[in-house]
Structure formats: C-alpha cells, structure tokens
C-alpha cells in the first residue's frame, strides 16, 4: 500500500451529503447522476457508477460521505463535482454511510 503524508490527506474536503435527487443518465446502463446537498445551502452534482446495484429511490435520502473538492470532471456529458466514497466488495460498490444522521456538510475527519 503506497503511503501518503498527514499534510495530503489534510487536503482533502470530506463531508457528509445528503442525496437529495437520483436521475438515470440516458444511455448508461451503469450511471446515475445525484444531486447532493452539502449544508449551508450547498450542493453539488455527483456521477456516480452505481445504477446497477442501487434503485433510485432506495438511496434517495441517504446520506454518504462526498470527496468535496475534487477537481470537476465530465463525465458521460455531464459535469461531476466530486465523488461518493464506497467500498469495492467483488466489484460491487458499498456506499458509505454514516451510522447517525448527522447535519448535512459536516467534515469527516
């Protein structure tokens, strides 16, 4: 496993989002596109490759836990602005959620 200084890891923006909207984005059997309450009035759109293993309405609600500053990047024609954490089990990915409700955006330290 490749190390990283306490001072990278310190970069990065994790925070607790709230999903608050899941769209199927035509033409992609694997991708759903959310729309993510970061609190304080906050929000971004995430792409996210989970469509095949979440239903819409399952995860809409949800909380996870969102790498907030990650560079935007098109994907499948749609801007993504950052990326939900989830575990990889056999190819399957696990989001990952806090145990308590928490408010939306705060830090994960």
Do not use: H, W
């Amino acid at each position: 496993m490749k190390q990283i200084s306490f001072s990278d890891f310190q970069k990065l923006d994790l925070r607790v989002g709230e999903i608050k909207v899941v769209e199927e984005i035509e033409g992609y059997d694997k991708l759903s596109l959310l729309t993510v309450d970061l609190g304080e009035g906050e929000t971004c759109n995430l792409v996210a490759g989970i469509k095949q293993f979440y239903k819409l309405e399952e995860i809409t609600g949800r909380q996870v836990i969102v790498v907030a500053n990650l560079e935007p990047k098109k994907i499948a024609g749609v801007e993504s602005q950052g990326m939900l954490l989830a575990a990889d089990l056999d190819g399957r990915p696990v989001l990952i959620m806090p145990c308590d409700k928490v408010p939306a955006g705060t830090k994960v330290r």
